[in-house]
């Protein structure tokens, strides 16, 4: 007996070192991610001058959003690469080129100093960021899912956005910091940077912490790793569940770049409060983002992805307007921080059975491809945008509750993509003669668990 505890305890103690290593790389991304959305006005300033602070900040934005249409392509190539070399090998390439992204954004010098070399430079790293991101997230995704222990695939999964709360934590804190210390001109000047050069320094530490990942036992036991020309054929066969997988993942995109990423700008610029409400306002969520996620994977572990997930996207269709509405009419610290945390209960709960989903409806051999296709399809076409889109919707419509609408329609397509994934499940179980009682935890023709 005492035997069989101590194997139980090292097998979780090493599983919980295996979720710290692999997740380590989503730590950096969306640490990077987050200062790049927060200090857009800095950086709008530094690279890209224009005649007006709506058209600096718009150009801004738009090479944020550029990154995101180069992860459909990465999760393509390295997608490929990953589900064929190994979930190891491929997560410190994807870490390699992420890294080369950061320390290129870090380092670059303003307008004022090299001209249009400086905007091309930052673009190129952002350009190579997404690339690596398009597949990073579907190749921990699925690294995650395959160490689960049976029955909690959700709160394993849940663990690869919750790693990222961490960055979001950790970037909010120091922009806290240096907004107390630095006076505005300081910072429009250099100290915006001092974060992305912490970043810089974080990137051996992860280097290290990820070469000890152990290669999954599933993929392992596979006796066939599929080829460039096998894994274009899957996802041609394979298209309508890419595409509402997609879908599927809009609603969580659109929701957290919302919150975090354009959080501050929003704060700042169109509800003109002040940089450190908006600061403790996204710290706060990330943190309660880090409580909702594996809460959200833990549900859909009891009672199924499918109701959880049409549930939240019910809500958020019925009620983000009238929240945002809310908080347009009368802007204050306390009634954005309400806001803003209700709509991270939306996205934990939601991601925390989205991603688990996900990756149980993808066939196995390109597992990885077909998650990270659909999830940077999403990011693309939805979360990247967000800032952007919210910012446009705000100037062309006058209403400063407007960007609720880009949220709804992401929920709309959520709450489709849900209907549609279930009722292509269902008739694959029919055929099957044996319907599972609940969830995509049970497995289908074509998935693996």
Not at 97 to 107: D, E, F, H, N
Not at 424 to 444: D, I, V
């Amino acid at each position: 007996m005492v035997k069989i505890k101590t194997e139980n305890t090292r097998s979780r103690t090493s599983k919980f070192g295996a979720i710290i290593r692999v997740t380590s790389g989503n730590f950096l991304e969306q640490f990077d991610f987050f200062l790049f959305g927060f200090y857009a006005t800095y950086i709008s300033q530094t690279f890209f001058p224009a005649s007006s602070e709506f058209a600096s900040l718009m150009m801004t934005f738009a090479v944020f959003g550029s990154g995101f249409l180069m992860r459909p392509l990465g999760a393509i190539v390295l997608g490929a690469y990953i589900d064929k070399v190994g979930r190891r090998k491929g997560l410190i390439v994807t870490l390699s080129i992420m890294a080369c992204g950061t320390v290129l954004i870090a380092l670059v010098p303003g307008y004022a100093s090299i001209g249009v070399a400086a905007p091309i430079l930052v673009l190129l790293g952002r350009l190579l960021q997404g690339f690596s991101a398009g597949a990073e997230l579907g190749g921990v995704s699925v690294y995650l899912a395959e160490i689960a222990t049976p029955g909690r695939t959700g709160f394993y999964t849940s663990w690869q956005s919750a790693s990222q709360q961490i960055a979001i934590i950790l970037a909010a804190a120091l922009g806290y910091g240096i907004n107390a210390y630095l006076n505005a001109t300081e910072i429009a000047a250099w100290g915006w940077r001092i974060p992305f050069f912490i970043g810089c320094v974080i990137i051996p530490f992860i280097f290290i912490i990820r070469r000890s990942l152990q290669e999954t036992e599933a993929f392992k036991a596979r006796a066939h790793h599929p080829s460039t020309a096998e894994v274009f054929r899957s996802m041609r066969e394979n298209w309508r569940t890419v595409l509402a997988g997609g879908l599927l993942a809009s609603m969580t995109t659109t929701t957290f770049y919302l919150i975090t990423v354009y959080t501050p700008t929003f704060g700042r610029t169109v509800l003109h409060l002040s940089t450190t409400d908006s600061l403790v306002v996204t710290l706060f969520v990330g943190l309660t983002n880090f409580i909702w996620l594996p809460i959200g994977g833990a549900i859909s572990d009891r009672i199924g992805r499918r109701p959880l997930l049409l549930a939240i996207s019910l809500l958020c269709i019925f009620t983000a307007y009238p929240a945002m509405h809310w908080l347009a009419e009368a802007p204050s610290f306390e009634r954005l921080l309400v806001v803003l945390l209700y709509f991270s209960f939306f996205f934990g709960v939601y991601n925390g059975a989205m991603v688990a989903a996900l990756t149980e409806v993808m066939p196995q051999n390109v597992r990885v491809v077909g998650f990270s296709l659909a999830f940077s399809l999403a990011t693309a076409i939805f979360g990247g945008f967000t800032p952007a889109m919210s910012t446009f919707l705000v100037q062309a419509t006058g209403d400063k509750a407007s960007p609720a609408y880009w949220l709804m329609f992401a929920a709309l397509c959520g709450f489709s993509a849900t209907m549609v994934l279930y009722r292509q499940r269902n008739r694959s179980a029919k055929k099957e003669g044996a319907l599972p009682k609940r969830g995509l935890s049970r497995k289908t023709p074509g998935q693996v668990v």
